[in-house]
Each structure stands twice: as C-alpha cells, then as structure tokens.
C-alpha cells in the first residue's frame, strides 16, 4: 500500500537546486542583425524549458549557441558537469565536438541537419557511440537498437536509410541518436514542426515518456504554443534577441505580464 | 508549531496591455492555516476565490503581499520564489485540483493517475496498482482504465484527473470545485479521501459550488465580497 489508508507526509524540505545550465550576458550579432542581445538563461536539472517567439527571435540562434555550434561576441556559458571547467566558448573546437556528442543530445527541425541520410538509421545512431570510443560491432549494434526502440522506432526499420522514412521517423531517428549516450541535456528545436497532427502527438508523447523515465533536461524552442504547453515547466519568452518574460508555464499561458506575451498567448487562444 | 500557510495582505490585478486597463481582482487577503485546517472561500461568482487560489498555486502573479509557506527548514514567500523551487513544492508538496484535466493525447488513464507515483519513484508495477485502485475508489469502469480520457466525458474526465491529484498526499491542497460534475458515487470517495487526507494534516483551501458536500470537514470560512473587487482602473 503506498499512499492509503496509512498516509504518509514526506518532510517539507526547501529547494535550493544549482542549475545544470547558466548562460551569462550572451551577444551575437550577424553583421547588422543582432540575433541575441546581453541573453541571459539558467535550466535546472530533470527540467524541461521551453522557448517561444516568433520568427527571428533569436531563439533557435540560442539554442545553437548551447549546443556550441557557434561562438558569441561576448558571454559565458556553463554545465554544471564533471572535468567542466570555466567558460564553455572557450573550448577549442575538438573539445566542443567531444562535449557535444557525450554530453549534448539535438534533434533537429531538418532532418538533413542532424543525420547522414544515406546511412542506415540504426548506422546514424552507432556513429554516435563510435565517436564516445565504442569499438565492438555487437555492442554498437545492441546499443544502437536500445537507443532507437526507447524513441520509439519500428526495429524491424533499423537498417532502412532516412531517406527512405517518414518525417516523423526520421524525427525518431534523430531522437535516438540524441539520446545514444545518454546525454546531460536534449536540445529539441521545433521538432515536430512539420510534422502531421497525429504524428506530432506521438513524437510529443515520446518525448514526454523519455522525459518521465529518464529525467532527462531538455530545453525545446517552437514557434507552436501548444507544444510548448504540452512539453514545458518554465517557459522563456523572446523577442529581438531578447528574453521579455519567463516564468512558469501556466502562468506564463494564464497571467502573462508583457503585452507581446499577452499578444502571443491571446492569438493561440 | 508553525502554521502551514501565512498569507499577508495579498493582492492580484490583472494587466491587459491591449484594453490598456488594470483589472482589480482582490486585495488585502489575510489569513493563517494550520496543518489538518480545512478552510472554505465563500462568496459570488466572480468575486475571485478561484483567482486567490490559483493566486496561491502562483499560476497567476500576485500584486502584492506574502505566501509564506512553512516547512521545517524555514519558511519560503511563495509569491516571490523562483519559478524551479515553486515547480519543485508543486511535485512534491502543493497539489491543486480543478474540475478540468489536461488529458494529454495517447496517455492511458490509468497511466496518468499512476504519474505523480512514478514521479515520486515508485516501480511502474506498484504505481499502476495503486492508480488502478483509485480509479475503482472513484467509479471510473475497468474497461476505461487502458482508455485515452481525451475521449471520456466531462464526469469521468474528473475521476481520472482527482485520482491523479489525490493520490499522493501533499501538505497543502487547493481545491477548485473539484465536486463539480460528480455523481453521487464518486462524491462521497472524493470526500472521504479528503477527510483522511485532512486526518493525516493535509492543510486544505477549497471552492465549492454546493459546500453542504464538504460541511464535515470545514475548520474556517472566509468570506471574499466584492468589496475586494475594485472597478476597472485606466492606466
């Protein structure tokens, strides 16, 4: 019996978690263009933090800059994860690609951007691992296939090439190798953008379901509010290169605070 | 022995930036709960007890005031925590029922009372059981228990989503209507759940449309009249 009728209270207790993720005064411009203006953004650990806003944001731009794909003009950014020390952007780039396949999962709106799509698929996963040092073919192979059956992808499919699936496949596939090696943090930008209605609530469901088991923290931009509401904890509101508002996601949705929030949530309702 | 809530002159306005007004909602909210207190908010529609609850849970900002929240370790101001400490006390501490799910698209019902088990590290067998077991306790057919309640209707949309708000006793629970669209079955296991709840010192706030369901459990009454409701104000 776990909860009743010998009920239990659990010891209050005050949280006082560090963040796995803290960037710090962040700024990147593209010639005239300023993508990301003195950003500043903190994810806790086993959180899922949303990031809304509309074209040109900035906030696919950030969540590149967390997966080091690009340097700043100025900014610190931190995990809080063993052998890390200091400002991650300072990393040369062999480091990065290290940091980047262990530790860092993406998935892509494009599948093009994260997979080879002439390799097979369970390959694409394997790659990953290949990367982290994995050698033997039946460990690669069993890992692999681990990998894509916990995303949820048909096993009998797993040596079928991307460019022979679905979008919503390819999209598993991705998944799969983001969560290879089971990352500290799973970045998704827009990930089921594209997608058909249904599919996208099974790609959603997935990652909700990875989300629970595997309390993995992931931070997910989308243009799409409902995603973001399905998905997220905290939300984070931008615009201009700018966070306006972020806070918790029901309050966010139900008393959002600045007009381009109120504009934002009053359009999707 | 310290109360479990404190709540200081609180106050919520509602800014809508497009109709450039503020619009009052309620000010100068005080009151203490202790543990085991089931305290009933009483008054019209629209005066603003389901927005002081929710004020609470802080889906909504407050203006002004202190939610102080006890725990052994010192006493947190809900109206001004950080968002990552109000998530946390909410999985663990702070429940809130409403009388609407959000049934999410392709989640088996039993899966979703079973969650906050999971959550809470309980194995997947023991969960599922023990949300099995409350979805008996609350009349939902055994034949929906595998179900997606997306398709349910209204009544039994709410017996999955109070097995899954009740199921872990939390220290506070804010209850909004949650006997709204009950038949008489379900009522009395949600009210018997509560006076156990209650009995283990589970603190309670709650709106009811028809509060003869819970006159039993009632320590304290506040009476929110719309004298608290100011009039529109330009900005």
């Known amino acids: ?269 | 022995m310290h109360p479990v809530l404190e709540v200081r002159n609180l106050a919520k306005q509602f800014q809508m930036h497009h109709l450039g007004q503020r619009l009052h909602a309620f000010d100068g909210i005080s009151f203490t709960l202790q543990a085991g207190e089931f305290l009933l908010l009483r008054g019209p529609n629209g005066v603003g007890k389901s927005t002081l609850l929710r004020t609470l849970y802080r889906s909504y900002l407050p203006r002004a005031g202190q939610i102080w929240y006890h725990t052994e370790e010192g006493r947190i101001d809900l109206a001004t925590a950080a968002d990552v400490d109000i998530a946390l006390l909410r999985r663990r501490e702070i429940g809130f029922v409403t009388q609407f799910l959000i049934a999410r698209p392709r989640v088996a019902a039993e899966d979703i009372v079973a969650e906050p088990l999971r959550r809470a590290g309980i194995a997947a067998p023991e969960a599922l059981e023990e949300a099995r077991r409350w979805l008996a306790e609350f009349g939902v057919k055994r034949d929906l228990w595998r179900a997606y309640p997306t398709t349910f209707s209204g009544g039994e949309q709410q017996k999955v989503n109070l097995a899954r708000a009740l199921i872990l006793p939390q220290r506070l629970l804010l209850l909004d209507e949650p006997t709204a669209s009950l038949d008489a079955g379900a009522r009395a296991a949600l009210i018997r759940r509560l006076a156990d709840l209650k009995a283990a010192g589970v603190a309670m706030i709650g709106v009811f449309h028809h509060p003869g369901d819970v006159a039993g459990l009632i320590d304290r009454e506040i009476e929110l009249t719309a004298r608290e409701v100011a009039e529109d104000v330009a900005v």
């Open chain 1, 1 to 269: 019996m776990i909860a009743s009728p010998t009920l239990t209270l659990q010891a209050p207790q005050l949280m006082t978690t560090p963040p796995l993720l803290t960037m710090t005064g962040v700024s990147r411009r593209y010639g005239d263009v300023v993508a990301l203006q003195d950003l500043s953004a903190t994810v806790y650990p086993g959180e899922v933090l949303g990031i809304v806003g509309e074209s040109g944001s900035g906030k696919s731009t950030l969540l590149r800059m967390m997966n080091l794909e690009d340097t700043p003009d100025a900014g610190d950014y931190r995990l809080a994860l063993p052998d890390l020390p200091g400002n991650l952007f300072d990393l040369d780039r062999f480091a990065r690609r290290m940091l980047c396949a262990t530790r860092i999962g993406i998935v892509y709106q494009n599948p093009h951007l994260g997979l080879l799509m002439k390799h097979t698929s369970s390959g694409n996963v394997a790659e990953r691992l290949l990367i982290a040092g994995e050698r033997s073919f039946a460990a690669l192979r069993g890992r692999a296939r681990e990998a894509l059956d916990a995303s949820e992808f048909p096993l009998d499919r797993m040596d079928a090439r991307p460019i022979e699936l679905s979008g919503g496949m390819q999209q598993r596939v991705q998944l799969a190798k983001a969560i290879a090696l089971e990352p500290a943090l799973l970045l998704l930008d827009e990930p089921t953008t594209g997608l058909d209605v249904s599919v996208q609530a099974l790609v959603l469901d997935t990652l909700k379901r990875l989300q629970r088991d595997r309390a993995i923290t992931m931070v997910i931009v989308s243009h799409d509010l409902g995603v973001i509401r399905t998905m997220a904890d905290r939300v984070m509101v931008m615009r201009r290169g700018r966070v306006v508002e972020q806070g918790l996601a029901d309050q966010i949705f139900q008393d959002p605070q600045h007009a381009y929030t109120q504009q934002l949530v009053h359009a999707k309702l």
